[in-house]
């Protein structure tokens, strides 16, 4: 059961950061993000009750702020790097970020690495090496410098995500899907208040607002999913099946987008991928 669980949630995850960096290329990421964030929170308040009882303890609610305030920023970068640079470089560069993040955390606390995890940090700087690499020479200096910007979003945004990841790992199997609603009553007011700085930008095609809407349930859905997995199966093994969202979202660019790789680009991605699963495979 918890295959499945955490197989849906990878494939929801990748088709929530396909949705959220194709609305940002149209509006404003945190006027995008806003939308997503708020859709996704009415999406849990209205399944809250026919959800089964929960037991949240206070410490739930604290990592859930954390959490909250960690996917935040990961999102926001997330669909403003997919937005200005390729999705096929920057998921998987996002990914393996949130995946290393737990294994830097366990050498911070003293923990030592598998032989396999140590693997997967070093391919990491290989993927992140070819994926940096620009498909062609004669790229203008101002994609240069989009580009440049775009990788460094997708590895802070990794971070953030990874950060997530981990605070929503403390919480307690009692804690239902409370973690995440009060994440997103963090969320929703934050990206609301920076929305309203800049009232111009509020202004969203209804395409644009029924995207980043679609955006924000179905990354919901995926945050639910995993929860739900994590509480049936080994946090590892599902850590690595929810860690191949790139694919998901690298499959629908390709196939929506027509966005291509070079050589090197395509095997960084390969490398991304395989990093994933050895880094959360310990």
Not at 180 to 208: D, H, K, N, W, Y
Not at 249 to 259: C, H, N, S
Request: proline share 5%; net charge positive; aromatic share 6%.
């Amino acid at each position: 059961m918890f295959v499945t669980l955490a197989l849906a949630s990878a494939a929801f995850y990748g088709a929530a950061d396909f949705l959220g960096g194709l609305a940002s290329k149209r509006a404003d990421s945190v006027v995008v993000t806003f939308v997503a964030q708020a859709a996704g929170l009415v999406l849990l308040a209205l399944l809250l009750p026919v959800l089964p009882s929960s037991s949240p303890v206070p410490s739930d609610y604290v990592w859930g702020v954390a959490a909250g305030v960690a996917g935040s920023v990961g999102v926001a970068l997330l669909y403003r790097a997919l937005a200005i640079g390729t999705m096929s470089i920057v998921a998987p560069i996002t990914a393996v970020c949130a995946a290393a993040v737990p294994v830097l955390v366990a050498l911070a606390l003293g923990e030592q690495p598998g032989i396999l995890a140590g693997m997967g940090i070093v391919l990491t700087a290989v993927a992140i090496t070819l994926l940096s690499q620009g498909q062609s020479s004669a790229t203008p200096a101002r994609g240069q410098r989009w580009a440049t910007t775009s990788l460094g979003m997708a590895l802070i945004s990794g971070v953030a995500v990874g950060l997530f990841f981990l605070c929503l790992a403390q919480t307690s199997d009692d804690a239902g899907m409370w973690p995440l609603i009060v994440g997103r009553s963090v969320s929703v007011p934050l990206f609301g208040l920076m929305a309203a700085r800049t009232p111009q930008r509020v202004r969203l095609e209804l395409r644009v607002a029924t995207t980043a809407a679609g955006c924000g349930m179905v990354d919901m859905l995926a945050n639910a999913l995993y929860l739900i997995a994590t509480r049936h199966g080994p946090l590892s093994l599902v850590a690595t099946l929810a860690s191949l969202y790139p694919a998901s979202t690298v499959l629908l660019a390709r196939l929506t987008l027509g966005e291509r790789l070079s050589g090197s680009q395509a095997l960084g991605v390969v490398c991304a991928l395989v990093a994933v699963v050895l880094i959360v495979s310990t």
